[in-house]
């Protein structure tokens, strides 16, 4: 069982790391820990995909010298989709960050709780 975990030690700090970011995600009521969750989480995905996409001796798919036999090659497509996550993440992340400074600037807290009572007190007061 251990010598199980040892050979696939990537993958297991990946699903520990995931479930940090989503325990993170679920238990705090901050809006930041929870954005910070979520990138541990996007971190996780994407190293689980990079162990995954890496197989021992073999080269990168450049292929040079004429030399086109696929087993010789690692497949680059684990690779596209990893650059493809972090750059979605890294927007994602900003679209977020911005709304959490103007939902700051309008409450004064990040407290998610705090913010819901204040909004659902606007609510009866309009109504």
Same mark, same amino acid.
């Not at 995931?18 to 541990?40: M, P, R, W």
């Not at 995954?52 to 450049?62: A, K, Q, V």
């Not at 036999?69 to 927007?91: C, F, H, K, R």
């Given at each position: 069982?251990?010598?199980?975990?040892?050979?696939?030690?990537?993958?297991?700090?990946?699903?520990?790391?995931?479930?940090?970011?989503?325990?993170?995600?679920? !238990?705090?009521?901050? =809006?930041?820990?929870?954005? +910070?969750?979520?990138?541990?989480?996007? &971190? /996780?995905?994407? %190293?689980? #995909?990079?162990?995954?996409?890496?197989?021992?001796?073999?080269?990168?798919?450049?292929?040079?010298?004429?030399?086109?036999?696929?087993?010789?090659?690692?497949?680059? !497509?684990?690779?596209? =989709?990893?650059?493809?996550? +972090?750059?979605?993440?890294?927007?994602? &992340? /900003?679209?977020? %960050?911005? #709304?959490?400074?103007?939902?700051?600037?309008?409450?004064?807290?990040?407290?998610?709780?705090?913010?819901?009572?204040?909004?659902?007190?606007?609510?009866?007061?309009?109504?």
């Amino acid at each position: 069982m251990l010598s199980i975990l040892w050979n696939n030690r990537i993958q297991v700090v990946a699903v520990v790391l995931f479930a940090v970011g989503l325990t993170t995600l679920l !238990l705090h009521k901050n =809006l930041l820990k929870k954005i +910070i969750g979520l990138n541990i989480m996007d &971190t /996780a995905s994407y %190293l689980f #995909l990079t162990s995954l996409g890496f197989i021992e001796g073999r080269l990168s798919p450049i292929v040079s010298g004429g030399n086109t036999d696929p087993a010789l090659y690692v497949n680059p !497509l684990p690779a596209g =989709l990893v650059l493809t996550g +972090i750059v979605v993440s890294v927007s994602v &992340t /900003a679209v977020i %960050l911005a #709304l959490s400074m103007r939902l700051y600037r309008r409450y004064r807290t990040l407290n998610l709780d705090e913010i819901y009572r204040m909004v659902h007190r606007e609510q009866e007061e309009e109504d």
